[in-house]
């Protein structure tokens, strides 16, 4: 049973503590399902809403690989110059104004039965209370024949980087149930999300896993069985279950990123500096960003993805009115107005990057039907309908073919970024 459009409204209240009474979610239409709309006026640059997930989890293969995350709220671990360290691959990196650095390790603290840690005490007591009791492998932690360190080994062999979802955000949906007193009302929470018909599901599994997905999917769901059967949640463990909460995770979840050296950033952007020592500023961040890049590539933030009840009622536009991001280098996801937006006005935001928005409206609708499933029919594809049924790439190689000049080309490159 699908939980009440007020039931998750008042829960992200709840929850958030920050969220502005400015919204309501509606229904649209068969095709589009629900939606967010404003019940008053929101002037552009203010935040509709701030929300907190009903569950997130870092990704795993971002977790290996040392980017270091509150295991909670993903919020950075590492200080900015440490961060700035591994990903340039210089050990003696020293950044100037340290002081501007918003990670404070005086606060962090573990699991005092497995180690992972936590960015306060706050986040330690909030994951034990939600699902860390169920997870906690305990002196297990680095014991490979752990059922819940099977799961993720396997999750890891068979969904490479870059990566978009997580067998943990799964565990720790099941771990919620399983710690809940209010068992029920978890499982209408969660139960919103699943809307997807069988081959729908199937299509976005397929995606997640390749061509292979039907055994890798059968081993993921056993080794998921084994590590966390619960009674209450036995559907979600038959196949058909296990593909749509794979479906569910494939389209509702949002990725969350976090930087400590971003942060950083921003705080030195929002100095009032002399000319020449902006400038000196300026020219420093842009080599250490040219250095990260040739040592690390684009992967530069500690990478997850989380359910947001509200959230995920806003439907998408290629010319939205509003945008997500993550501003407190945590999990708290603002929704902030581009542009004015008026009494009874749909709130879009994109699923596509500032990138992908700018190629060609058939290039828009492969990458929205592919990830997901649907075909876009925004204004501004509406405005191009006509337009010849060409992928971005197929255009570019039409340009190169006809001789384009140097610039153009640099600037497709840099697009694609």
Known sequence: MAAS????????????????????????SSAKGKGLFATQLIRKGETIFVERPLVAAQFLWNALYRYRACDHCLRALEKAEENAQRLTGKPGQVLPHPELCTVRKDLHQSCPHCQVM???AECRLAAAEQYHQVLCPGPSQDDPLHPLNKLQEAWRSVHYPPETASIMLMARMVATVK?????????????????????????????????KFKGQLELLRRLFTEALYEEALSQWFTPDGF?????????????IGTSSLSQWVHACDALELKPQDREQLDAFIDQLYKDIEAATGE???????????????????????????FPENNFLLHVTALEDIKPGEEICISYLDCCQRERSRHSRHKILRENYL???????????????????????????????????ELGDEMTDV
């Not at 459009?5 to 502005?20: E, T």
């Not at 530069?300 to 010319?319: K, R």
Request: overall charge negative.
């Open 299 to 325: 992967f530069l933030n500690c990478e997850g993805s989380g359910l947001f009840a509200l959230q995920s009622c806003c439907n998408h536009s290629c010319v939205p009115n509003a945008e997500t991001s």
């Open 118 to 120: 936590y960015c306060s």
């Open 5 to 28: 459009m007020c039931d998750v409204f008042s829960f992200c209240v709840g929850v958030a503590g920050r969220a502005r009474v400015a919204v309501e979610v509606r229904f649209v």
């Open 179 to 211: 710690q809940a007193k209010d068992k029920d009302r978890w499982i209408r929470l969660f139960s919103q999300f699943c809307n997807k018909t069988a081959n729908e599901e199937e299509e976005i599994v397929h995606k997640l896993l390749g061509d």
């Open 243 to 255: 593909r749509s909460l794979f479906a569910l995770v494939g389209t509702n979840g949002q990725g």
């Open 374 to 408: 649907f075909v876009c029919s925004c204004p501004k594809c509406l405005a191009e309908a006509d337009e010849p049924n060409v992928t971005s790439e197929e255009e570019e190689d039409e340009e190169e073919e006809e001789g384009e000049p140097e610039d153009a």
